[in-house]
């Protein structure tokens, strides 16, 4: 169901902000999650976001337009996660309704659509344990702050890449923070299905 | 590569993407997704106590129960992993399964044992967090350790043999069984191995399946299956002589149910388990089940001596003789009678003696054994072929040819005791044919 709801969110927030080729990555987004290869819909994120970030252009992030920004990337999370999850929610026919309705008012009125993708983020990680929200709210809002401190240098006329560098370092700066914890990760073999199929 | 490192990956060419493209969001989309690994980081941490319940006596080939309690201490939902380190040559279906947070469950997978008995550990436990980037092993406690028997399964030699096929056996079971009688005792389902002569056409024909006749047998005495499981019996890579030889004794046991059977297990220095032939029945053939738990001892030749270079060391007669009267006294023995010797001094009074042993390691001691028995008893000699049981992928030219002579002085060998008692060489695939068709002996 998170899945669903997500790749509506997608749907609509794309069209909101008048993407073309993101949208038609979408139906592979949806076959490779459905096949359960998770590998497969890792690389399809991957180009799926280049995309977004090719035709999606917000010249400052001090005249941005918060709609359709947020339009684009809280569904983008939500596909992100919903498509890594090993494991399906069960399938609530009220709350999917309620969720889809939002979602379709929310392409003529582009506020709701924005509330309703934040209600679907906050019910995606509503499981999340204090220490996890805090940190990541904890993240956001220093990047935030950071942003806010920096303007007067970065708010000039042709300063976009010094802000994208000054959110970069900031943000991986800020990652690293807690990057330090060592966990032993899962190797990632997209192809390993085709061993046995040849 | 690592899951993760794709999505870093992404991380960095977004940022390079903003960079390039004089365009603020992608580097907000990195962002974003940075912010969302260290989410998933911090909150992997994973707890997990566990604890498996295994039955300490299990039969071989039989899938048994395993009764893994787990319980997700952690705040998160979890996917586990159970990871069985088992013996060589059991199976196990271990599951996955998703554990909520502060979750307890019993977790029931089956394990499939093989014979012999062993020390087995508590299984390793993967924890996986959902969205399948991170993992943490907990490997089983020190002290998990749980002794196991596994003993031969009757069910399954049961079954097996009564819907058995054609088998090479044939000759041998006929001669087991004795001799029959003109008498009629009763009418019975067709079996494999049956001659196709004592088919009763009329009651085929009303009653739609294979009827043949039974007669009475003139064997109607106690019967003793002597099995020899001595070093050479033991000795295998995959399978060893005494896999099939324990078998062999159960299939035996088994369709000799009707008589009183007992049996006697030796090895090279001593008689090791005995079962008085004083009962009959299925009771019975499950006691004699109960001695043969012997496991294989794993070895880089499959249970035959190494081929001796012409050049090697060799003994003479004298010295020869003169070390195998001490050596049983070197390894802890007090007299120099071989098990072989112990175990026959020790029959009853008896109608049928069935030997199942390796002729090759103490032949002259066997056929002196046999020659003062074969008056009193009626005896039958089975031998497993260690050439038929050697390790196909591990033969080269050199093995080969060392191989067809001992085939043929083998041959000899047999000869020489077929004039003494029936004797019979078998492979892995007689009367055992249909049973490891079905996978019992994998």
């Known amino acids: 169901m998170l899945f669903l709801i997500a790749l509506i969110a997608a749907l609509v927030g794309g069209l909101i902000a008048g993407l073309k080729i993101p949208l038609f990555l979408l139906p592979m987004l949806s076959i490779s999650k459905i096949k359960n290869k998770n590998d497969i819909f890792l690389i399809l994120f991957v180009i799926y976001a280049l995309t977004i970030g090719y035709e999606f252009e917000v010249a400052s992030i001090y005249g941005l337009d918060p709609i359709k920004t947020f339009s684009i990337l809280i569904p983008s999370l939500l596909l992100l996660d919903a498509g890594l999850r090993s494991r399906e929610e069960e399938f609530n026919r009220m709350q999917f309704a309620a969720f889809v309705v939002f979602f379709i008012i929310g392409w003529f009125l582009r506020p709701i659509f924005v509330i309703a ?82 | 590569m690592k899951r993760e490192d794709v999505l870093l990956l992404l991380v960095i060419l977004l940022f390079v993407q903003g960079y390039l493209f ?6 907000i989309l990195a962002a974003a997704i940075l912010f969302y690994l260290v989410h998933l980081r911090v909150e992997f941490v994973p707890r997990i106590e566990f604890n ?31 990871f069985e380190n088992l013996p060589k040559g059991f199976e196990t279906d271990a599951p996955l399964l998703f554990l909520n947070a502060a979750e307890e469950r019993d977790v029931e997978y089956s394990i499939k ?38 003993y031969p399964n009757l069910d399954k030699i049961r079954e097996e043999s009564e819907i ?13 069984f004795g001799l029959q009688t003109p008498e009629l005792d009763s009418l019975r389902e067709f ?8 088919i009763d056409w009329k009651a085929t024909m009303r009653l739609r399946k294979r009827i043949v006749k039974d007669f009475i047998k003139e064997n109607e005495g106690g019967v003793y299956i002597i099995l020899d499981a001595g070093k050479e019996m033991r000795k295998g890579i995959k399978r060893s002589k005494i896999d099939f030889a324990t078998t062999l004794a159960l299939q035996l046991a088994y369709a000799l149910r009707k008589y009183p059977l007992g049996m006697i297990v030796y090895d090279d220095f001593e008689v090791k388990r005995t079962e008085a032939a004083k009962g009959k029945g299925v009771e019975q053939v499950e006691r ?48 120099s009678a071989t098990g072989l010797v112990e175990a026959v001094s020790i029959l009853p009074s008896t109608d049928f003696l069935i030997f199942i042993s390796d002729i090759t390691s103490n032949t002259g001691e066997l056929i002196k054994i046999l020659l003062e028995l074969r008056g009193r008893y009626r005896i039958l000699l089975l031998a497993p072929n260690p050439i038929l049981f050697y390790d196909e992928e591990s033969l080269d030219r050199e093995t080969l040819i060392w191989l067809y002579r001992r085939y043929k002085e083998r041959a000899n060998v047999i000869r020489k005791l077929n004039g003494i008692v029936p004797t019979y060489d078998l492979g892995p695939s007689d009367l055992l044919e249909t049973i490891r068709r079905r996978g019992a002996l994998e």
């Open chain 1, 117 to 198: 993708a934040f209600g679907a983020f906050i019910l995606y990680f509503s499981n999340s344990t204090r220490r996890g929200a805090f940190i990541t709210i904890f993240s956001i809002f220093l990047l935030i702050v950071g942003v806010i401190i920096g303007e007067s240098t970065l708010n000039m006329e042709g300063g976009t890449a010094t802000q994208v560098v000054f959110i970069s370092a900031l943000s991986t700066l800020i990652a690293l923070v807690f990057f330090w914890k060592r966990v032993e990760r899962i190797e990632f073999v997209p192809l390993e299905w085709l061993r046995y199929k040849l």
């Open chain 2, 22 to 27: 004089n365009s603020a969001f992608p580097a």
């Open chain 2, 52 to 82: 498996r319940e295994i039955n300490p006596t299990l039969k071989d080939g039989k899938r048994a129960k395993a009764k893994l309690k787990v319980r997700n201490q952690g705040h998160k939902e979890f996917k586990i992993h159970i």
């Open chain 2, 113 to 150: 044992p093989v014979r012999g008995f062993f020390r087995i550990k508590d299984p390793m436990v993967r924890v996986v967090d959902l969205q399948d980037l991170y993992y943490n092993d907990f490997m089983p406690e020190l002290g998990s350790e749980k002794e196991i028997e596994v």
């Open chain 2, 164 to 176: 058995g096929e054609a088998l090479n056996f044939k000759e041998a079971y006929r001669t087991l």
């Open chain 2, 191 to 198: 079996q494999s191995g049956d001659e196709m002569r004592h």
């Open chain 2, 288 to 335: 004699i089940a109960a001695l043969l738990n012997i496991g294989t001892t794993y070895s880089s030749l499959l249970g035959i001596k190494l081929p001796m270079s012409d050049t090697g060391f060799k003994l003479k007669e004298e010295s020869r003789s003169f070390i195998s009267k001490i050596l049983p006294a070197i390894k802890g023995k007090r007299s």
